[in-house]
Nanobody, 126 residues
Framework: QIQVEESGGGEVQAGESLTLSCTTS????????MGWFRQAPGKEREEVACINWSGNRPYYVDSVKGRFTISRDNTNLTLSLEMNSLKPEDTAMYYC???????????????????WGPGTQVTVSS
C-alpha cells in the first residue's frame, strides 16, 4: 500500500501564500488518484481538491477555486497544492490521500481515498 507524507504547512497572514507538498517513495504513484483534504477544529473533514492519475483533470471545492492549484509530478512522485490569497477560514489540518484508480476522474463512485498522510497544519491569521 502507498505511504504518503505532507509538508509545507505553517502560519501566514491573510492574503499570503503557501505551497503544500505530498511525497511518496511508491513507484506506482500514477496508479492513484490523489486528493487534498482539510479538517478544522469542530468541523467535518472537507475535500479541497483532487487530481486524476495523469494530472489532466483537477477538481476544486468552490471555496478555493481561483486561489488553490493542485498538481502532480509522476516522475518525482510528488503532489502539490499551491495556495494563494489565503483566508483565516482556510485554517485547518491538511491531509494528502490516495485512491487506487487509473480512471479519468478523481472523485465519485469507486474513488475510495484509503491511504492518508499524517497531515500538516495551516494557520492563517487576519
Amino acid at each position: 500500500q502507498i505511504q504518503v507524507e505532507e509538508s509545507g504547512g505553517g502560519e501566514v497572514q491573510a492574503g499570503e501564500s503557501l505551497t503544500l507538498s505530498c511525497t511518496t517513495s511508491d513507484s506506482d504513484f500514477d496508479d492513484y488518484a490523489m486528493g487534498w483534504f482539510r479538517q478544522a477544529p469542530g468541523k467535518e473533514r472537507e475535500e479541497v481538491a483532487c487530481i486524476n492519475w495523469s494530472g489532466n483533470r483537477p477538481y476544486y471545492v468552490d471555496s478555493v477555486k481561483g486561489r488553490f492549484t493542485i498538481s502532480r509530478d509522476n516522475t518525482n512522485l510528488t503532489l502539490s497544492l499551491e495556495m494563494n490569497s489565503l483566508k483565516p477560514e482556510d485554517t485547518a489540518m491538511y491531509y494528502c490521500a490516495a485512491a487506487p484508480s487509473n480512471g479519468a476522474d478523481c472523485r465519485g463512485y469507486g474513488y475510495n481515498y484509503e491511504y492518508w498522510g499524517p497531515g500538516t497544519q495551516v494557520t492563517v491569521s487576519s
